[in-house]
């Protein structure tokens, strides 16, 4: 199980630090899926709770298996509520990413649900996290100074209030997830229009003038995109997701065979 007293995490340090860290999503709830990534050299993943069919029955075995294989376990939240954050969080996740955080008022409303009072409004329960009771004030120490909360930039109302975003205490970094962001503009995943493009280079001035972490979700699996972004000083990356790594490969090599036959 999980020890909750081993100080500040890795990915905790990498973001203060404005550290290259490289994950992946986890839309397939199966722990084989998961020992295959671990292989891969990933150094988190994120589970999917918005756009998946993942329950939160079965939420605990895989932050479970995440972490038994060298990894950090963030889920993404299917709303920035307080029973979603806490129920995770409660199963022992190292952090959360909460989808569609559009201003400050949304931004400190996810920090509250994350931590425990003085500093939030998280309500107390035992499970997991807290090693079923044994372990509650180790916990709390934990939440306070290691548990990552990132806001994703999903929306153009985001972009403009991104300064604000990032002024409150608990938000740790950003994640970028374009096809929302478009669709926010009106137009889903067309990211080479002049407007949009606008928009993600908002948040690269941004962010590099208030010295932010930068996040992005790079959908495609393409190491060709994530350098891009590293070279743009992104740090905080999604590399593609599961069934596109399994379905890219598929295809591209079915493809090789055809024209040999």
């Not at 307080?82 to 400190?108: H, W």
């Not at 998280?122 to 806001?151: C, E, H, M, P, S």
């Not at 928009?199 to 495609?220: C, M, Q, S, T, Y």
Request: no cysteine; proline share 3%.
């Amino acid at each position: 199980m999980k020890n909750f007293s081993h100080g500040t995490s890795l990915l905790k340090q990498k973001l203060q630090n404005k550290e290259l860290s490289i994950g992946s999503w986890l839309t397939i709830p199966h722990q084989a899926v998961i020992e295959i990534l671990s292989t891969a050299g990933f150094e988190w993943l994120t589970i999917d709770m918005e756009h998946s069919p993942i329950s939160i029955e079965t939420i605990m075995n895989l932050i479970g298996h995440i972490q038994g294989n060298g990894m950090q376990a963030l889920v993404r939240v299917s709303k920035n509520e307080e029973v979603a954050i806490k129920r995770v969080l409660d199963a022992g996740a190292d952090g959360v990413i909460v989808p569609m955080i559009r201003n400050k008022e949304e931004a400190i409303q996810a920090v509250n649900f994350v931590k425990y009072p003085p500093l939030g409004k998280r309500g107390v329960g035992l499970n997991r996290a807290q090693k079923y009771g044994t372990a509650f004030d180790t916990y709390q120490d934990w939440v306070k100074n290691n548990v990552v909360v990132i806001a994703q930039i999903e929306h153009i109302d985001a972009v403009n209030n991104l300064e604000d975003i990032f002024s409150v205490p608990g938000i740790d970094g950003i994640i970028v997830g374009p096809y929302d962001l478009s669709a926010s503009m009106g137009f889903p995943g067309e990211y080479d229009r002049e407007d949009v493009k606008e928009a993600l280079e908002r948040i690269d001035i941004v962010a590099k003038k208030l010295n932010k972490p930068l996040g992005f979700h790079i959908v495609e699996s393409d190491h060709s995109k994530i350098l891009e972004k590293i070279n743009k000083g992104y740090s905080f990356l999604a590399f593609s997701l599961d069934f596109f790594f399994l379905g890219d490969k598929a295809r591209q090599e079915m493809n090789l065979l055809k024209e040999k036959l």
